[in-house]
């Protein structure tokens, strides 16, 4: 399976997603990396692995469809199965969605449906709630949005701070991430072997 993926800032989930490749967690390999912040420290990691990097600025181009084509035309060139957003803060366009249908997917730091959108970890800091948490989800055109393909819970204690509840939704996410892609990489394996079967 050849992965894409998107992302923004830091780049600890690209990471994560990169090493259960090498360890064999991930039955894949991640052929590309998309950012649309050039200077973020994903692109740094992505340099260092080796691992072909587009950067871009969304304002180059007049359009989000005018640089969703040119996305869609590469990862096609790199004959991409999977689109995995890792912190990209971007809702994903018609152009892409339509060329990457089921086959997008995100985590976010919440338990979805709570506390969608930015700032999720304050978010639920902020609202006091004792449990908290990641999901991964498949894309669709709204924020936060799609079905959930897994989550697990993080519990806010009462010395938590936004710092220290990110870090343990981040060590949460880094082992969530693959084993989600891995088990939809299965998923769709099976899927493709029994359409293969019955139209045989
Ligand atoms: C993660 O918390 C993820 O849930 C959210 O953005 C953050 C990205 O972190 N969508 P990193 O850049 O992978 O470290």
Known sequence: MRIAVFASGSGSNFQ?????????????????VVCDKPGAYVETRAERAGVPLFS???????????FETE???????????????AGYMRLIGPVLLG??????M???????PSFPGLRAVEQAVDAGVKVTGV?????????????ILAQKPVTIEPEDT???TAAKIHRIEHSLYPETIEAWRKTAEERESTWQNEHS
């Open 162 to 164: 936004y710092e220290t």
């Open 106 to 112: 995100n985590i976010h730091p919440s338990l979805l």
């Open 56 to 66: 871009f600025s969304p304002s180059d181009y007049e359009s989000k469809k005018a």
């Open 99 to 104: 060329a990457f249908e089921g086959r997008i």
């Open 71 to 85: 996305l869609v035309a590469l990862l096609k060139e790199q004959q991409v199965d999977l689109i995995v957003l």
């Open 135 to 147: 999901t991964v989800h498949l894309v669709d055109e709204g924020m936060d949005t799609g079905p």
């Open 16 to 32: 994560a997603v990169l090493e259960a490749c090498v360890s064999g967690i991930i039955k894949g390999e991640v052929c590309q």
